[in-house]
């Protein structure tokens, strides 16, 4: 993915003996979104957020999931982070805070973001069992590697739910959300009362 003068795109790849992933995004997009992990309800997940956040995303690739899904979720968490990162660049003139809700039927699900380069996450999602192949807690290891690797600090919590599926996709709907108001342009300058991001 070639960057123009002005263009948020980056492109990561990450390689170890337990994944291979590559992730390229375009924060000015939000049409084409192609993801492949091997983990169906990772895949739809990760679909949510691009869309919701408005950002293109191609990410692919493949991990041992036949020990664990352990590996592929938490490397997938740092390869979009690390992708969406590069692409904000310094973060000048992005509105940095923002906060989402986002229902789906019984689930309500809220989000709080701070792309100001300070990670820290705060996870509130009462999940266990499996949603299809993919054992729910370790999403978990997702969220932390995502806010780790994006420089972000983050809130999520589940108001309400009780089906798995829907507390899990609230929770990434909201977060898309959340990503597109906070990485928006919407001043000019590193958005710091210091000066500085960190």
Not at 16 to 25: C, G, K, N
Not at 53 to 74: K, N, S, T, Y
Not at 81 to 96: K, N, P
Request: hydrophobic fraction near 40%; aromatic fraction near 6%.
């Amino acid at each position: 993915m070639s960057k123009g003068a002005g263009e948020r795109v980056a492109r990561v790849e990450r390689k170890s003996r337990e994944t291979r992933l590559v992730a390229q995004v375009a924060l000015e997009g939000g049409e084409r979104v192609e993801v492949s992990t091997g983990l169906p309800f990772l895949d739809h997940l990760l679909e949510q957020i691009a869309r919701y956040g408005a950002f293109d995303l191609r990410l692919a690739g493949a991990g041992d999931i036949q020990v664990d899904p352990h590996h592929l979720c938490e490397d997938a968490g740092i390869v979009l982070g690390q992708a969406l990162s590069q692409a904000l660049g310094a973060r000048e003139g992005i509105t940095r805070f923002a906060a989402a809700y986002a229902p789906l039927d019984e689930s309500l699900a809220r989000v709080v973001v701070d792309l100001g380069r300070r990670p820290f996450l705060s996870y509130n999602l009462p999940l266990r069992g499996r949603v299809g192949s993919l054992e729910s807690e370790v999403l978990e290891e997702f969220w932390r590697a995502f806010s780790i690797h994006l420089g972000a600090t983050i809130h999520v919590d589940l108001i309400r739910g009780r089906n798995r599926h829907h507390i899990a996709e609230s929770a990434a709907k909201a977060l898309g959300l959340a990503l597109r108001e906070a990485m928006s342009r919407g001043g000019r300058g590193i958005p710091s009362s210091k000066g500085l991001l960190g």
